[in-house]
């Protein structure tokens, strides 16, 4: 029997129950409702790369079990080795098969990134996706908290919009939304954990299948440098590259004389062959 995995559906926006707060997390509930109090944290992997997915974690668990994820030792996924990543994430999936622990994953691919950025931003999209895992990790109910490290540089505001988004059904949750949460709860952490090892993971698989190394997908990292500059002397890009990135517009003009290829034009079957082609 695999991890726990639970599916939504897409639900109208309004807005339920919102906090920030700043201090700590233990000892929310009473000692009566910690019995039947549940905790979600939500994370993500994968905002800055422009190649591969995006992936947002939400981990659901009885408050009570909070105590577990401490004596792992759960961290923010970044200042852990990838080592120490995997050994974490695999003993947390082994917990949603013998405790009543549940996840939402969601791995959002370059293609879906590309086309919402036509008319939205990376923040907003975050706001779904996040909105998406929580919905996949639970059902809405009046003992759930949940906890969001914050991707909008407005930590309220994103707080704001993934209460908006997942709907009124969400009305007695209540959503604390900081920057850096990875870093100061565990469940959270946790989350954290489990989205980067399956971006890590996508990211090797996406290695395979194109037979190049692309690195970590960060803009950065001379591997994803050197293998992007491959990839933009192909005709047609692949589909794990974020067309909208600037780094992947310059690689693919040192290239070609004519503009990257947009994802609408790929779904019409419209292919621009040069820049004269457009002049009138």
């Known amino acids: 029997m695999g991890p726990m995995l639970r599916e939504r559906g897409v639900m109208t926006s309004y807005f339920p129950y919102f906090e920030s707060r700043s201090s700590s997390f233990d000892g929310i509930s ?45 961290d923010d996924s970044k200042n852990l080795t990838k080592k120490n990543r995997n050994r974490l994430c695999k003993e947390i999936l082994s917990y949603t098969e013998s405790l009543d622990w549940t996840i939402g994953l969601v791995i959002c691919d370059a293609r879906r990134i590309d086309e919402w950025m036509d008319d939205g931003n990376l923040n907003s999209l975050e706001v779904l996706l996040f909105s998406e895992a929580i919905g996949d990790a639970a059902e809405p109910d009046g003992n759930l908290d949940i906890f969001l490290d914050a991707c909008d540089v407005d930590e ?9 988004t997942l709907g009124d059904g969400w009305l007695d949750c209540k959503i604390y939304s900081e920057h850096k ?21 996508a990211m090797e698989e996406l290695s395979q299948e ?21 990839l933009c002397e192909e005709e047609v890009l692949a589909d794990c590259i974020r067309r909208e990135w600037a780094n992947v ?6 290239n070609h004389d004519r503009p990257i ?3 609408a034009n790929e779904r019409n079957g419209v292919f621009q062959s040069s820049l004269d082609e457009w002049e009138l």
Do not use: C
């Not at 309220?156 to 908006?164: C, I, L, Q, T, Y």
């Not at 517009?249 to 040192?254: E, F, H, I, N, V």
């Open 30 to 74: 009473s000692v009566g409702a910690a019995m039947l109090a549940r905790h979600i944290g939500v994370d993500e992997a994968g905002r800055g790369p422009s190649i591969g997915p995006l992936v947002v974690s939400a981990l659901n668990i009885p408050e009570r079990d909070r105590s577990i994820l401490r004596d792992l030792g759960v």
């Open 181 to 201: 949460m990875d870093s100061r709860d565990e469940v959270v952490a946790a989350a954290s954990i489990i989205a980067k090892v399956t971006r890590d993971s």
């Open 210 to 230: 194109l037979n190049i190394d692309l690195g970590s997908g960060y803009p950065s990292d001379p591997k994803t440098k050197e293998a992007l500059e491959i």
């Open 249 to 254: 517009k310059r690689a693919w003009s040192r």
């Open 261 to 263: 290829q947009t994802r």
């Open 156 to 164: 309220e505001r994103f707080g704001r919009n993934v209460s908006k």
